[in-house]
């Protein structure tokens, strides 16, 4: 796998309420990913990004709602997100930019 294709991987962390007690209690992290992105290439760009060592890697599909916009109905994006379990004594801290 190369670097720039790692490097488009991963498109924005999922912060929710949700996902941050997540982070806390288990070292799980959620990101969203590219729509064709493997677990295999998911656990290598969080490695090379954050240097830490990924334990597990789940990955969901969410479906975009039906939604009404006048008197038209469209359909809104799907997302793809990936939980990152993360090994024992590692941890990845989004707020140290701020």
Do not use: C, W
């Not at 969203?32 to 992105?37: L, S």
């Not at 998911?42 to 789940?58: G, L």
């Not at 975009?64 to 997100?81: A, D, H, L, P």
């Amino acid at each position: 796998m190369n670097k720039e294709r790692l490097m488009q991987v991963l498109l924005s962390p999922v912060v929710s309420e949700k996902s941050t007690i997540t982070a806390e209690v288990s070292r799980q992290f959620a990101f969203k990913v590219a729509p064709d992105a493997t677990k295999p290439e998911i656990k290598k760009a969080v490695e090379q990004m954050f240097d830490v060592k990924v334990d597990s890697v789940r990955v969901v599909n969410i479906k975009g709602k039906q939604k009404r916009f006048g008197t038209v109905m469209g359909r809104r994006n799907g997302v793809r997100k990936a939980y990152v379990k993360l090994a024992e004594g590692n941890d990845i801290d989004f707020g140290a930019g701020a």
